[in-house]
Structure formats: C-alpha cells, structure tokens
C-alpha cells in the first residue's frame, strides 16, 4: 500500500477528462404509455456525465413505483 488516503482508481482525477458519448442502448416500447414514459427519460443520460445519472435514475424509479401503485389501486 502507498500510505495515502486516496482512494483507489482516483489517480488520474486532476487530468483530462474523457468524452462522454451515447450509450447506444436501444429502448423498446412497453405498450404501457406510463413506464414508456418512465423509460423514455433514460434517454436523458445519453452524453450526460456521471454525476447526473442519479437525479434521473431517482426520477425513472418514482415514475415506475408510482405507476405500480395505480395498478394496485384498479
């Protein structure tokens, strides 16, 4: 071990950052217009860097938990 409190795989954070680019996954519709909906936000993190992923994966997951709720309440 070097002794240093960073941690690992951080080397490399002060120099250039990469590009980010589409991921290149290809969504298909559900025929279920709610989680299409839901899932179609996930198009958002194409390009996106990291540190915004969570707001929209947070996003998608209440969309999706909120519409298996409303099937409960048919």
Do not use: W
């Amino acid at each position: 071990m070097s002794g240093t409190s960073e941690p690992a795989g951080a080397a490399g954070v002060g120099g250039p950052v990469p590009e980010v680019g589409p991921l290149g996954v290809e969504l298909l519709p559900t025929g279920h217009a709610a989680v299409d909906a839901g899932l179609a936000r996930l198009e958002a993190l194409d390009g996106a860097p990291a540190e915004e992923h969570v707001a929209v994966y947070e996003d998608v997951h209440q969309r999706l938990a909120d519409t298996l709720a409303a099937l409960d309440q048919e």
